[in-house]
């Protein structure tokens, strides 16, 4: 196969693996998410705050970090968006490096404007038994830079 | 040709046809938009009011929906976004199950700040003399979540 | 290679071109942005101002647009969506019209609520050396419709 038809294959698959990916996250199913990270996963998610590790840990933090819309509910989405592919699988062997916008878009019950924040995420992605997953994440915030 | 490949063929194929579906309607060309859906095709954009049926079912109901904005013009623009493709074609029978976020874009003439509305768009595909098509579509809002 | 294969990769090219084209455009790197045009490329980014032409032409355009930033610090993301690609390479002879929705988002540092700008850009894409160039880009802003 040519490189272009590989790079298209792994191209598509990652936008798909993302959309899979943040419907999780976004329906609040967040073992589900975890489960989309390598075993020896990392998720850095806020800046200043230490990275959560492996699934259990990336669970955990999220049940953590999601206390605080308990007395304030809100419906988040995930955009990823103009994703770029660092090269395709056996390229060196350090994984994919992924890098994509994230529009966050933050809904009220009841309401009519969303709340939004923008970011990059830095992914490096790797295939497990076939399957795509997450080794690490960084997620950068635009309003902090 | 291998599942993947097919797989990828179709990712792309649809999120062109959401290109194009969504063009036309923002466009203002309802029965184009209509054409996009199969000829038995089901539109349910609003929660509580009766899903359109039929081409010019769901045309009448466009040009009846945006008699609202006859006053108060406002372009729209639909972004689907994180496509989730639930398998291939020729897997069961019931078409392609495809589930994506939209985030709908309003801006007023002159305004410099549009508005939104956040989405889950849930569709059903089919393939109609090689063309894919709209079977069904089922739109929920995040505010009413 | 079938036609639909074609399109496939073409599609997830134009998607991938996109995002490296604005990532570098975001990340103020102007003239990487500029070699992203074929040489004698035309970039017209505001209606009613002279469209820049030729590599050295968009960069300045860039540095002189970007001027009314110095004071007021953003940090701007360009979201391609919505990508509709007018035919395969070699039909025809004036190269690939592309036409997306592109949501400007911009964040200004600390702040919680970033602007938009809803906008469309109609491309034409040609191939030099095996990669793809912008030849023509003009942006429609959806505030002026």
Chains 1, 2, 3 share one sequence.
Do not use: W
Not at 20 to 27: N, Y
Not at 47 to 59: F, L, N, Q, S, V
């Amino acid at each position: 196969m040519s490189e272009t038809a590989q790079m298209t294959m792994l191209y598509a698959e990652v936008q798909h693996f993302y959309a899979r990916q943040m419907h999780r996250l976004d329906g609040g199913d967040f073992p589900a998410y975890a489960a989309t990270f390598t075993l020896d996963g990392e998720f850095s998610h806020t800046p200043g705050r230490e990275p959560a590790r492996t699934r259990a840990g990336i669970t955990a933090e999220l049940y953590d970090f999601n206390q605080k819309y308990a007395a304030d509910p809100v419906q988040r989405r995930h955009l990823f968006t103009m994703i770029d592919i660092d090269g395709i699988e056996g390229q060196g062997d350090g994984g994919i490096r992924s890098t994509c916008y994230a529009l966050v878009v933050k809904t009220r019950p009841g309401s009519d404007s969303p709340e939004f924040t923008s970011c990059v995420v830095h992914d490096v992605l790797v295939r497990v038994d076939g399957e795509l997953l997450t080794k690490s994440r960084r997620v950068d915030y635009d309003k902090l830079m």
